[in-house]
Each structure stands twice: as structure tokens, then as C-alpha cells.
């Protein structure tokens, strides 16, 4: 076996999984996540103890008082959704417990399903001013959300049938559009910050739309940066492709 051939690429990076160890790129990709997702997160969380009973934090909202069940359901599962899918990406935590991956992925699905199904209920059922959602908002998030659920159910499908790269391409791009709240409130705070005036009608619609193009951008440059071509080779830095074990187990 030649030094720094496939081989022992393959032998470093099952050695380094066994340690137990995340990678410094792992801790860096989990931590920046996390704290990506952070604001609407706990934004989501306080508004959901609020509408339980708790003491009210966050702005009234009219529509949470009249109908708070699909609002409490999508706060929850999609901070599950958000906070648990990011473990999920991690080669490390997918080769050296396989189990717990692919029970934490099938706990990831259902929340993701659920997010995007009460999210699509709420722009279809909720009365929203045309300053918080036109019609360009209203008619993306009528295609996204069964977008995301659609690629969910095949990723599903694509991991029971021991097809992993498709399944890691379609949790992908579901990931980046549920993970849209937390670039729209990046978005949102820097407009703020730049422009000392909240977001409003046609505005609030095409920042809110490009923060999912940012992310749908994102998703497909992990995409043909990390995972295997379609003529099988490899254009990863580091080992996420099924010769490392990295998509061995989905993701």
C-alpha cells in the first residue's frame, strides 16, 4: 500500500472516527449551526412556553392566541428539525454510532415533515397583513413546504434503499429550506441595522425569497463539493463519500 494513497485515507479516517473525536471542521460546522440557528429558535421557543401558559417575552401575536396548536407544533419540531439535523451531517457521529444516526435521522424526518406540513397550513389558513406576507411570499411558501416534504419522504425512501447519495443530496436541500427562518433573521437584523427601518410589504417578500435562494445556493455547492459524482470521482476535501464510510449509514 502506497503512503497517501486511497487506502490509507480510508485507514486515517476510520482511525480518526474511532477516537471519538469530532474534527476540528466538525466542532466548527455543529458550533456555527447552532448558533445559526439560535435567534429563531429561541425566539420560537419562547413564543411556544408563552401560548402554553407561560409569561409572555416575545410581541403579542393575534393569530397565536386565535389558533396557537400549529404554531407551538412548528416552533417545536422545527427547532427539533434545525438542532437535530445538524448531528446528522457529522461522518464522525454517523460511523461510530450508526444506530443512534439512524434512529436521531428518522426523529429528524418526522419533525421536518411536520415543520414544513404546519408551516404550510399556517400561510394557507393564517390572515396575514400584506406588509408581513404578499403574494410573492404566500405563493413560495405554498411551493416550498410540500418542497421539503417531498425531499424528505425521498431521502426516506433513497436511505432504506441503501441508496445514500441521493439520500445525503435530498436531506441537503430539505435542510437548507428549513433552515430559511435563520437566514431571513440574519437578513432581517442587517436590513434593520443598515436601513434603521423594519421589513415591509414587497421588501419583507424578496429579502425573505432570497434568504431560501442563499440557502438553496449553499445546498448545492455542499452538494458537488462533498459528494460523490455521477463518474465517481471524488471532488471532497474531507471523507464524506461512501470510500470512507462517510455515507455508509445516511446521513
Keep these: 500500500m502506497m503512503p497517501g494513497g486511497p487506502e490509507s485515507q480510508v485507514s486515517s479516517a476510520q482511525d480518526a472516527a474511532g477516537s471519538g473525536v469530532l474534527r476540528r471542521w466538525e466542532i466548527w460546522l455543529l458550533v456555527s449551526v447552532l448558533l445559526y440557528s439560535l435567534i429563531p429558535v429561541v425566539g420560537g421557543i419562547l413564543r411556544a412556553v408563552e401560548l402554553l401558559g407561560g409569561p409572555g417575552v416575545v410581541p403579542v401575536n393575534p393569530r397565536a392566541l386565535v389558533s396557537p396548536l400549529p404554531i407551538v407544533a412548528h416552533t417545536l419540531f422545527s427547532a427539533l428539525f434545525c ?6 451531517f457529522l ?25 414544513a406540513a404546519t408551516g404550510l397550513w399556517m400561510t394557507h389558513f393564517f390572515a396575514f397583513a400584506v406588509a408581513l406576507q404578499g403574494e410573492l411570499l404566500y405563493v413560495t411558501r405554498l411551493i416550498l413546504a ?5 425531499l424528505l419522504v425521498w431521502a426516506g425512501y433513497a436511505a432504506a434503499h441503501r441508496m445514500f447519495e441521493r439520500h445525503a443530496a435530498a436531506m441537503t436541500r430539505a435542510y437548507a429550506i428549513g433552515q430559511g427562518a435563520s437566514t431571513q433573521t440574519v437578513l432581517g437584523i442587517a436590513w434593520a441595522l443598515v436601513m434603521g427601518t423594519e421589513l415591509e410589504g414587497l421588501t419583507r417578500d424578496t429579502v425573505m425569497v432570497t434568504a431560501w435562494v442563499l440557502n438553496a445556493v449553499c445546498a448545492e455547492l455542499i452538494i458537488a463539493r462533498f459528494l460523490p459524482r455521477r463518474d465517481g470521482r471524488k471532488t471532497n476535501r474531507y471523507p464524506l463519500s461512501t470510500d470512507a464510510g462517510g455515507l455508509r449509514d445516511g446521513i
Design 146 to 150: 410540500p418542497a421539503m416534504m417531498v
Design 91 to 115: 461522518p464522525s457521529v454517523r460511523r461510530r454510532w450508526p444506530l443512534w444516526h439512524r434512529s436521531l435521522g428518522y426523529g429528524v424526518l418526522v419533525s421536518g415533515l411536520i415543520s
Design 83 to 88: 438542532v437535530g439535523g445538524v448531528l446528522q
